[in-house]
Protein backbone atom coordinates (compact mmCIF):
# COMPACT_ATOMS: atom_id res chain seq x y z
CA UNK A 1 0.00 0.00 0.00
CA UNK A 2 1.21 3.60 -0.88
CA UNK A 3 0.00 6.95 -0.81
CA UNK A 4 0.73 9.96 0.74
CA UNK A 5 1.51 11.03 4.09
CA UNK A 6 -1.68 12.18 5.17
CA UNK A 7 -4.02 10.31 2.63
CA UNK A 8 -5.12 7.94 5.56
CA UNK A 9 -3.55 4.56 4.74
CA UNK A 10 -3.47 3.84 8.74
CA UNK A 11 -7.38 4.85 9.08
CA UNK A 12 -8.09 2.44 6.50
CA UNK A 13 -5.97 -0.13 7.33
CA UNK A 14 -7.04 0.05 11.06
CA UNK A 15 -10.87 -0.27 9.76
CA UNK A 16 -10.20 -2.78 7.45
CA UNK A 17 -7.88 -5.17 9.23
CA UNK A 18 -10.49 -6.74 11.73
CA UNK A 19 -13.03 -8.07 9.00
CA UNK A 20 -9.91 -9.51 7.22
CA UNK A 21 -8.51 -12.40 8.82
CA UNK A 22 -5.31 -13.45 9.01
CA UNK A 23 -3.08 -10.55 7.77
CA UNK A 24 0.52 -9.57 9.29
CA UNK A 25 1.51 -5.72 9.49
CA UNK A 26 4.41 -5.20 8.47
CA UNK A 27 6.42 -2.79 10.86
CA UNK A 28 9.53 -0.50 9.22
CA UNK A 29 12.53 -0.77 10.31
CA UNK A 30 13.98 3.39 10.36
CA UNK A 31 17.11 5.42 11.40
CA UNK A 32 14.74 8.32 11.98
CA UNK A 33 14.40 9.24 16.01
CA UNK A 34 11.55 7.88 17.89
CA UNK A 35 8.82 10.84 18.32
CA UNK A 36 6.93 11.05 21.58
CA UNK A 37 4.19 8.39 21.65
CA UNK A 38 6.16 6.01 19.00
CA UNK A 39 6.58 3.17 20.63
CA UNK A 40 9.32 0.39 19.09
CA UNK A 41 8.66 -2.68 17.68
CA UNK A 42 4.85 -1.19 16.90
CA UNK A 43 5.27 2.31 14.80
CA UNK A 44 8.78 0.73 13.59
CA UNK A 45 11.34 -0.71 14.06
CA UNK A 46 13.67 1.86 15.24
CA UNK A 47 17.63 1.48 14.77
CA UNK A 48 20.71 3.07 14.67
CA UNK A 49 23.00 3.78 11.13
CA UNK A 50 25.35 0.96 11.96
CA UNK A 51 22.40 -1.44 12.35
CA UNK A 52 20.51 -0.41 9.67
CA UNK A 53 23.82 -0.37 6.96
CA UNK A 54 24.44 -4.15 9.00
CA UNK A 55 20.35 -4.84 7.79
CA UNK A 56 21.00 -3.99 4.27
CA UNK A 57 24.79 -5.33 4.01
CA UNK A 58 22.89 -9.19 4.64
CA UNK A 59 20.82 -8.20 2.06
CA UNK A 60 18.01 -8.90 4.86
CA UNK A 61 15.63 -5.80 3.26
CA UNK A 62 12.57 -6.10 0.49
CA UNK A 63 12.85 -2.42 0.27
CA UNK A 64 14.75 0.61 1.46
CA UNK A 65 14.84 4.26 0.80
CA UNK A 66 15.72 7.74 2.14
CA UNK A 67 13.73 10.23 3.32
CA UNK A 68 14.91 13.67 4.55
CA UNK A 69 17.95 12.06 5.83
CA UNK A 70 17.29 9.13 7.43
CA UNK A 71 16.62 5.68 6.25
CA UNK A 72 13.63 3.48 6.01
CA UNK A 73 13.21 -0.16 5.32
CA UNK A 74 11.07 -3.86 5.47
CA UNK A 75 12.81 -6.63 7.16
CA UNK A 76 12.29 -9.61 5.05
CA UNK A 77 12.16 -12.01 7.46
CA UNK A 78 9.18 -11.51 9.20
CA UNK A 79 7.93 -10.78 6.07
CA UNK A 80 8.03 -14.03 5.22
CA UNK A 81 7.81 -16.09 8.43
CA UNK A 82 4.00 -14.27 8.13
CA UNK A 83 3.94 -15.62 4.10
CA UNK A 84 4.85 -19.29 4.97
CA UNK A 85 2.67 -19.43 7.49
CA UNK A 86 0.12 -18.67 5.37
CA UNK A 87 -0.84 -14.97 6.02
CA UNK A 88 -1.37 -11.92 3.59
CA UNK A 89 1.01 -9.36 4.46
CA UNK A 90 0.41 -5.91 4.65
CA UNK A 91 3.14 -3.13 3.26
CA UNK A 92 2.90 0.62 4.19
CA UNK A 93 5.82 1.79 1.83
CA UNK A 94 6.62 4.68 -0.62
CA UNK A 95 6.79 5.19 -4.34
CA UNK A 96 10.69 3.81 -4.45
CA UNK A 97 10.45 0.92 -2.22
CA UNK A 98 6.62 -0.62 -3.59
CA UNK A 99 9.38 -0.34 -6.95
CA UNK A 100 11.24 -2.83 -5.17
CA UNK A 101 9.47 -4.90 -3.92
CA UNK A 102 7.70 -5.13 -6.88
CA UNK A 103 11.02 -5.98 -8.73
CA UNK A 104 12.19 -9.29 -5.48
CA UNK A 105 8.27 -10.06 -5.37
CA UNK A 106 6.16 -9.96 -8.76
CA UNK A 107 3.39 -11.36 -7.42
CA UNK A 108 2.96 -8.74 -4.89
CA UNK A 109 -0.27 -6.89 -5.48
CA UNK A 110 0.32 -3.30 -5.79
CA UNK A 111 -2.45 -0.33 -4.02
CA UNK A 112 -2.00 2.94 -4.56
CA UNK A 113 -4.17 5.53 -1.78
CA UNK A 114 -4.42 8.89 -3.25
CA UNK A 115 -6.22 12.03 -2.15
CA UNK A 116 -9.28 13.50 -3.87
CA UNK A 117 -6.56 15.99 -5.14
CA UNK A 118 -3.63 17.10 -4.60
CA UNK A 119 -5.49 20.52 -3.34
CA UNK A 120 -7.24 18.48 -0.76
CA UNK A 121 -3.83 16.63 0.63
CA UNK A 122 -2.84 19.92 1.35
CA UNK A 123 -5.99 20.97 3.49
CA UNK A 124 -5.86 17.61 5.17
CA UNK A 125 -2.18 17.97 6.16
CA UNK A 126 -2.24 21.47 7.16
CA UNK A 127 -5.77 20.86 8.94
CA UNK A 128 -3.12 17.92 10.81
CA UNK A 129 -1.06 20.94 12.15
CA UNK A 130 1.56 18.72 12.50
CA UNK A 131 4.22 19.50 10.11
CA UNK A 132 5.91 23.39 9.36
CA UNK A 133 5.63 24.84 6.01
CA UNK A 134 8.72 23.55 4.79
CA UNK A 135 7.93 19.92 5.33
CA UNK A 136 4.18 20.37 4.34
CA UNK A 137 5.76 21.05 0.75
CA UNK A 138 8.01 18.56 0.56
CA UNK A 139 5.28 16.39 1.02
CA UNK A 140 2.98 17.34 -1.55
CA UNK A 141 6.26 17.06 -4.26
CA UNK A 142 6.46 13.91 -3.24
CA UNK A 143 2.02 12.91 -3.66
CA UNK A 144 2.55 14.85 -6.99
CA UNK A 145 5.72 12.60 -7.98
CA UNK A 146 3.58 9.40 -6.38
CA UNK A 147 0.85 10.08 -8.44
CA UNK A 148 2.12 10.53 -11.58
CA UNK A 149 3.30 6.83 -11.36
CA UNK A 150 -0.47 5.48 -10.12
CA UNK A 151 -0.51 3.42 -13.62
CA UNK A 152 2.12 1.37 -12.14
CA UNK A 153 -0.24 0.14 -9.44
CA UNK A 154 -2.75 -2.94 -9.48
CA UNK A 155 -5.66 -0.85 -7.80
CA UNK A 156 -6.03 2.89 -7.15
CA UNK A 157 -8.72 3.28 -4.09
CA UNK A 158 -9.10 7.13 -4.04
CA UNK A 159 -10.05 8.13 -0.28
CA UNK A 160 -12.79 10.38 -0.68
CA UNK A 161 -15.04 9.15 1.90
CA UNK A 162 -13.57 6.64 4.39
CA UNK A 163 -16.21 3.99 4.58
CA UNK A 164 -16.10 3.99 0.54
CA UNK A 165 -12.26 3.72 1.27
CA UNK A 166 -12.52 0.75 3.59
CA UNK A 167 -14.94 -1.28 1.76
CA UNK A 168 -12.74 -1.00 -1.21
CA UNK A 169 -9.56 -2.00 0.42
CA UNK A 170 -11.37 -4.65 1.85
CA UNK A 171 -13.08 -5.78 -1.35
CA UNK A 172 -9.43 -5.80 -3.31
CA UNK A 173 -8.19 -7.94 -0.24
CA UNK A 174 -10.56 -10.57 -0.38
CA UNK A 175 -11.20 -10.97 -4.52
CA UNK A 176 -6.78 -11.16 -4.54
CA UNK A 177 -7.54 -14.22 -2.49
CA UNK A 178 -10.15 -15.98 -4.92
CA UNK A 179 -7.13 -15.39 -8.20
CA UNK A 180 -7.37 -19.00 -9.54
CA UNK A 181 -4.21 -18.73 -9.89
CA UNK A 182 -3.63 -19.08 -6.44
CA UNK A 183 -5.45 -22.46 -6.22
CA UNK A 184 -3.57 -25.86 -4.82
CA UNK A 185 -3.54 -29.19 -6.62
CA UNK A 186 -4.72 -30.30 -3.40
CA UNK A 187 -7.60 -27.87 -3.40
CA UNK A 188 -8.57 -28.77 -7.42
CA UNK A 189 -8.57 -32.15 -5.81
CA UNK A 190 -10.88 -31.56 -3.43
CA UNK A 191 -13.46 -29.57 -6.03
CA UNK A 192 -13.49 -32.71 -8.18
CA UNK A 193 -14.01 -35.04 -5.64
CA UNK A 194 -16.86 -36.96 -6.12
CA UNK A 195 -18.00 -38.99 -3.28
CA UNK B 1 -18.84 -15.88 -14.92
CA UNK B 2 -19.37 -19.51 -15.39
CA UNK B 3 -20.49 -22.69 -13.44
CA UNK B 4 -21.93 -25.52 -13.33
CA UNK B 5 -25.85 -25.85 -13.62
CA UNK B 6 -26.72 -25.78 -9.71
CA UNK B 7 -23.99 -24.24 -8.41
CA UNK B 8 -26.17 -20.93 -7.63
CA UNK B 9 -24.87 -18.39 -10.14
CA UNK B 10 -28.02 -17.36 -10.56
CA UNK B 11 -28.71 -16.71 -6.69
CA UNK B 12 -25.28 -15.00 -6.30
CA UNK B 13 -26.13 -12.79 -8.85
CA UNK B 14 -29.75 -11.62 -7.80
CA UNK B 15 -28.48 -11.15 -4.03
CA UNK B 16 -25.30 -9.45 -5.31
CA UNK B 17 -26.51 -6.92 -7.88
CA UNK B 18 -28.81 -5.11 -6.10
CA UNK B 19 -25.66 -3.60 -4.21
CA UNK B 20 -22.98 -3.00 -6.95
CA UNK B 21 -24.98 0.13 -8.94
CA UNK B 22 -25.10 -0.33 -12.61
CA UNK B 23 -24.40 -3.67 -13.98
CA UNK B 24 -26.23 -5.35 -17.40
CA UNK B 25 -26.99 -8.57 -16.98
CA UNK B 26 -26.57 -10.12 -20.51
CA UNK B 27 -29.42 -11.90 -22.25
CA UNK B 28 -28.35 -15.01 -23.62
CA UNK B 29 -30.04 -16.09 -27.44
CA UNK B 30 -31.22 -19.73 -27.56
CA UNK B 31 -33.17 -22.02 -30.07
CA UNK B 32 -33.63 -24.60 -27.18
CA UNK B 33 -37.55 -24.27 -26.66
CA UNK B 34 -39.23 -21.92 -23.89
CA UNK B 35 -40.00 -24.06 -20.54
CA UNK B 36 -43.32 -23.14 -18.61
CA UNK B 37 -42.70 -19.74 -16.88
CA UNK B 38 -39.99 -18.58 -18.70
CA UNK B 39 -40.21 -15.08 -20.69
CA UNK B 40 -38.76 -14.22 -23.95
CA UNK B 41 -36.05 -11.11 -23.58
CA UNK B 42 -36.21 -11.93 -19.92
CA UNK B 43 -34.57 -15.66 -18.96
CA UNK B 44 -33.36 -15.89 -22.51
CA UNK B 45 -34.07 -14.50 -26.17
CA UNK B 46 -35.54 -17.69 -27.61
CA UNK B 47 -34.71 -17.81 -31.69
CA UNK B 48 -35.66 -20.39 -34.30
CA UNK B 49 -32.66 -21.89 -35.76
CA UNK B 50 -32.30 -20.00 -38.95
CA UNK B 51 -32.33 -16.70 -37.05
CA UNK B 52 -29.61 -17.61 -34.49
CA UNK B 53 -27.67 -18.80 -37.75
CA UNK B 54 -28.30 -15.24 -39.02
CA UNK B 55 -26.61 -13.67 -36.16
CA UNK B 56 -23.83 -16.09 -36.48
CA UNK B 57 -23.06 -15.75 -39.98
CA UNK B 58 -23.02 -11.79 -39.04
CA UNK B 59 -20.60 -12.38 -36.68
CA UNK B 60 -23.02 -10.77 -34.16
CA UNK B 61 -22.56 -12.85 -31.01
CA UNK B 62 -19.70 -12.63 -28.72
CA UNK B 63 -20.06 -15.90 -27.68
CA UNK B 64 -21.36 -19.08 -28.63
CA UNK B 65 -21.43 -22.95 -27.76
CA UNK B 66 -24.04 -26.09 -28.73
CA UNK B 67 -25.26 -28.12 -25.81
CA UNK B 68 -27.35 -31.54 -26.32
CA UNK B 69 -28.65 -30.05 -29.41
CA UNK B 70 -29.58 -26.61 -28.91
CA UNK B 71 -27.53 -23.69 -29.55
CA UNK B 72 -26.72 -20.26 -27.02
CA UNK B 73 -25.22 -17.03 -27.74
CA UNK B 74 -23.97 -14.25 -26.27
CA UNK B 75 -25.42 -10.98 -28.35
CA UNK B 76 -22.64 -8.67 -28.83
CA UNK B 77 -25.05 -5.46 -29.61
CA UNK B 78 -26.52 -5.09 -26.00
CA UNK B 79 -23.03 -6.00 -24.61
CA UNK B 80 -21.40 -2.97 -26.23
CA UNK B 81 -24.11 -0.84 -26.16
CA UNK B 82 -23.60 -1.05 -22.07
CA UNK B 83 -20.16 -0.95 -21.70
CA UNK B 84 -20.13 2.39 -24.38
CA UNK B 85 -22.87 4.11 -21.13
CA UNK B 86 -19.94 2.77 -18.90
CA UNK B 87 -21.48 -0.09 -17.00
CA UNK B 88 -20.34 -3.34 -16.34
CA UNK B 89 -21.57 -6.15 -18.36
CA UNK B 90 -22.23 -10.01 -16.35
CA UNK B 91 -22.56 -12.59 -18.70
CA UNK B 92 -23.46 -16.24 -17.76
CA UNK B 93 -21.52 -18.48 -19.95
CA UNK B 94 -20.03 -22.04 -20.23
CA UNK B 95 -16.56 -22.81 -20.67
CA UNK B 96 -16.39 -22.66 -24.27
CA UNK B 97 -18.42 -19.61 -24.32
CA UNK B 98 -15.90 -18.19 -21.83
CA UNK B 99 -12.97 -18.86 -23.57
CA UNK B 100 -14.22 -17.77 -26.88
CA UNK B 101 -15.12 -14.11 -24.87
CA UNK B 102 -11.28 -14.28 -23.30
CA UNK B 103 -10.26 -14.04 -26.95
CA UNK B 104 -12.42 -12.08 -28.51
CA UNK B 105 -12.27 -9.21 -25.54
CA UNK B 106 -8.78 -9.89 -23.66
CA UNK B 107 -9.84 -7.03 -20.88
CA UNK B 108 -13.20 -9.21 -19.95
CA UNK B 109 -12.43 -10.63 -16.27
CA UNK B 110 -13.17 -14.28 -15.74
CA UNK B 111 -15.27 -16.06 -13.00
CA UNK B 112 -15.06 -19.20 -11.82
CA UNK B 113 -18.26 -20.32 -9.65
CA UNK B 114 -17.29 -23.54 -8.54
CA UNK B 115 -19.61 -26.50 -5.93
CA UNK B 116 -17.68 -27.18 -2.86
CA UNK B 117 -17.13 -30.83 -4.65
CA UNK B 118 -18.69 -32.68 -7.39
CA UNK B 119 -20.39 -34.68 -4.93
CA UNK B 120 -21.93 -31.93 -3.13
CA UNK B 121 -23.05 -30.92 -6.83
CA UNK B 122 -24.96 -34.10 -7.21
CA UNK B 123 -26.48 -33.51 -4.29
CA UNK B 124 -27.96 -30.15 -5.28
CA UNK B 125 -29.03 -31.07 -8.90
CA UNK B 126 -30.93 -34.36 -7.05
CA UNK B 127 -32.58 -32.20 -4.51
CA UNK B 128 -33.58 -29.72 -7.27
CA UNK B 129 -35.43 -32.93 -8.86
CA UNK B 130 -35.77 -31.40 -12.29
CA UNK B 131 -33.60 -33.09 -14.09
CA UNK B 132 -33.32 -36.99 -15.09
CA UNK B 133 -30.72 -39.13 -14.23
CA UNK B 134 -29.14 -39.45 -17.68
CA UNK B 135 -29.27 -35.34 -17.51
CA UNK B 136 -27.85 -35.56 -14.07
CA UNK B 137 -24.98 -37.46 -15.44
CA UNK B 138 -24.55 -35.20 -18.49
CA UNK B 139 -24.36 -32.30 -16.50
CA UNK B 140 -21.67 -33.65 -13.87
CA UNK B 141 -19.59 -34.76 -16.82
CA UNK B 142 -19.51 -31.39 -17.87
CA UNK B 143 -18.89 -29.62 -14.57
CA UNK B 144 -15.74 -32.08 -14.14
CA UNK B 145 -14.93 -30.60 -17.44
CA UNK B 146 -14.99 -26.66 -16.43
CA UNK B 147 -13.23 -27.60 -13.08
CA UNK B 148 -9.98 -29.18 -14.76
CA UNK B 149 -10.02 -25.60 -16.62
CA UNK B 150 -10.39 -23.30 -13.91
CA UNK B 151 -6.64 -21.86 -13.76
CA UNK B 152 -7.60 -20.29 -16.86
CA UNK B 153 -10.08 -17.96 -15.09
CA UNK B 154 -9.12 -14.83 -13.21
CA UNK B 155 -10.94 -15.82 -9.81
CA UNK B 156 -12.49 -18.67 -8.10
CA UNK B 157 -15.36 -18.50 -5.62
CA UNK B 158 -16.53 -21.72 -4.01
CA UNK B 159 -20.18 -21.38 -3.11
CA UNK B 160 -19.88 -23.22 0.03
CA UNK B 161 -21.98 -20.95 1.89
CA UNK B 162 -24.50 -18.00 0.16
CA UNK B 163 -23.23 -15.48 2.01
CA UNK B 164 -19.64 -15.62 1.81
CA UNK B 165 -20.13 -16.47 -2.00
CA UNK B 166 -22.17 -12.86 -2.85
CA UNK B 167 -19.21 -11.07 -0.37
CA UNK B 168 -17.21 -12.80 -2.43
CA UNK B 169 -18.64 -12.10 -5.95
CA UNK B 170 -19.02 -8.47 -5.04
CA UNK B 171 -15.17 -7.73 -3.71
CA UNK B 172 -14.14 -9.07 -7.22
CA UNK B 173 -16.84 -6.88 -8.70
CA UNK B 174 -15.69 -4.10 -6.64
CA UNK B 175 -11.88 -4.78 -6.99
CA UNK B 176 -11.96 -5.00 -10.28
CA UNK B 177 -14.00 -1.47 -10.72
CA UNK B 178 -10.75 0.16 -8.79
CA UNK B 179 -7.50 -0.97 -11.29
CA UNK B 180 -5.47 1.61 -11.87
CA UNK B 181 -5.06 0.85 -15.45
CA UNK B 182 -8.80 1.97 -16.10
CA UNK B 183 -7.97 5.48 -14.53
CA UNK B 184 -8.59 7.76 -17.60
CA UNK B 185 -6.24 11.00 -18.41
CA UNK B 186 -9.23 13.26 -16.84
CA UNK B 187 -9.09 11.33 -13.48
CA UNK B 188 -5.19 11.21 -13.33
CA UNK B 189 -5.59 15.68 -14.14
CA UNK B 190 -7.93 15.78 -10.99
CA UNK B 191 -5.98 13.45 -8.51
CA UNK B 192 -2.69 16.20 -10.01
CA UNK B 193 -5.09 19.05 -9.41
CA UNK B 194 -3.51 21.85 -6.99
CA UNK B 195 -6.16 24.60 -7.10
Chains 1, 2 share one sequence.
Do not use: C
Amino acid sequence: MTGASGVGKGTIRHAAIPDLGEIHYSISATTRLRREGEVDGVDYHFLDRSAFRALLERDALLEHAEYVGDYYGTPAAPVDAALSAGHDVLLEIELEGARQVREKRPEAVMLFIAPPSVAELERRLRGRGTDGEAKIQRRLERARKELRAVREFDYLIVNDSLDAAVTAFKAVVRAERLRASRLGDEAEAALLRAT
